[in-house]
């Protein structure tokens, strides 16, 4: 990696605000960092009134705008005005379930110019920010993934997995047991008017691993736009109300978005653009629902959590194919203290956990203590006696948080070090959510 030395000569950091200009466009040093954004992840630039409503997004979300810029550009080249790197990051709450939340530091829009690789870019905008994360009082920063191998070495292990499924029609019904309440068709625009977020935070509060959304999410959710900006014109929704709700909207405990399309071969597809359920029956009874729609040949979900419960419920769970698996959402913490006293454990023990840090912002050994599901953590001093239960990296800590990953695997992967093998087997029994974590944001 270069020095710093050698990236100062090269390069200007320069934070910053989005800001707009009376009319509501962009300035022009945030619409230049938009540009080098769509370039690096191969988008095309929204019109005026659909740059406008970007920054709009940005501003509400009080993001905060990490540029890299060649001091001395080539005449002609992007880079006189465009940023060589883009890097943005805004609050986030994070869900553990039970009424426990943490505000994260949510990392997006990272992208490095092709031509600037491998001189440092990234890792210089990485500490800057989580510098400030920690200055901002930030316990763990957060993020989503482009790419499955980039952000271990900053620190991030990865929290919760997911999957694209497919359901086949034809195999899928009945279902097992008889579904419950009401599925009634509702049009987006019914939906984006309060009912949809209010579901929405209903499913947050009571699910591990959920997290708010994005301003600019919500009219791609409910179908109102394309995720180009874009009007969206062929999606449709529907909602559930439980039995012997009335026709009060605040009794919907559940709804979904679609749309269908032709897929590969001579397949019909039902996709689905967002699945949102307070409800277990909700859950199932919106999937009955999109199973029952004619002139389609299969369902496509790609935000399925990796226990989906559709599976035991099919008629014939043969029907269900695992189209794709990946990393979702990654953890990265700051603060080991603050992050572990902020949930709630299933069980209650004793635990002493030494992390390494080679960026040095969680390195040390704490003695966790958890008596009555709360926790209190304390950091051991060099002079404290004992040989730690586990020792693990800050990615490692991360990947386990939510309990979505075990401890117990990630021993049998030799990233957790433990003498004792019941070490591990009691941190996850801690960790254990009350409900599996699934997350549905994208950010």
């Known amino acids: 990696m270069a020095s710093n030395d050698a990236f100062d000569d090269r390069y200007d950091l320069r934070e910053f605000a989005p800001t707009t200009d009376a009319n509501g466009a962009p300035s022009a040093e945030t619409e230049a960092w938009m540009h080098a954004v769509e370039l690096g992840f191969h988008e095309t630039h929204p019109d005026a009134e659909g740059a406008a409503r970007m920054v709009s997004h940005f501003t509400a979300d009080q993001e905060t705008f990490l540029g890299v810029y060649l001091r001395d550009p080539l005449p002609g080249s992007v880079d006189e005005t465009w940023p060589a790197g883009t890097f943005t990051w805004f609050r986030k709450r994070l869900t553990w379930g039970e009424g426990a939340s943490v505000d ?250 030494e992390v390494s840090d080679t960026m040095g912002f969680a390195a040390g050994t704490y003695r966790l203590d958890v008596v009555d599901g709360q926790a209190t953590v304390t950091r051991l001093t060099d002079g404290d006696d004992g040989e730690a239960d586990l020792r693990l990296d800050v990615a490692d800590l991360g990947a386990v948080l939510i309990g979505s990953v075990s401890p117990v695997t990630l021993a049998a992967a030799g990233l957790v070090r433990a003498a004792d093998p019941a070490a591990p087997a009691l941190l996850r029994a801690m960790l254990t959510p009350a409900r599996t974590p699934h997350g549905i944001t994208y950010f």
């Open 104 to 353: 994260t530091q949510a990392i997006s829009a990272v992208t490095v110019r092709p031509t600037e690789r491998r001189r440092g870019i990234l890792r210089r905008m990485m500490t800057h920010a989580l510098e400030r994360g920690v200055a901002e009082g930030y316990a763990v920063a957060s993020l989503t993934a482009s790419e499955g191998t980039i952000y271990r070495r900053f620190g991030f292990g990865c929290a919760i997995r997911e999957r694209a499924v497919t359901v086949r029609r034809e195999r899928a019904l009945p279902l097992l047991t008889p579904t419950t309440g009401t599925v009634s068709i509702v049009t987006p625009e019914w939906l984006a008017e309060g009912t949809g977020r209010a579901v929405f935070d209903r499913f947050d509060a009571r699910t591990p691993g959920s997290m708010v959304r994005n301003t600019g999410t919500w009219p791609i959710v409910f179908g109102q736009r394309n995720g180009d900006g874009s009007p969206a014109k062929d999606v449709r929704a529907a909602v559930h109300r439980p039995e012997g709700a009335g026709v009060d909207p605040s009794e919907i405990d559940g709804y979904v978005t679609w749309r269908v399309k032709e897929g590969r071969g001579a397949d019909t597809v039902l996709e689905v653009v967002d699945l949102v359920y307070a409800t277990d029956e909700a859950y199932l009874s919106l999937w009955e629902f999109l199973l029952s729609i004619d002139l389609n040949d299969v369902v496509r979900y790609n935000r399925s959590r990796l226990d989906d419960p559709i599976v035991a419920a099919l008629g014939d769970n043969r029907a269900y194919d695992v189209e794709h698996e990946e990393d979702h959402v990654w953890l990265r913490v700051l603060d080991v203290a603050a992050v572990l006293g902020s949930r709630r454990y299933a069980v209650d023990g004793s635990l002493t956990l």
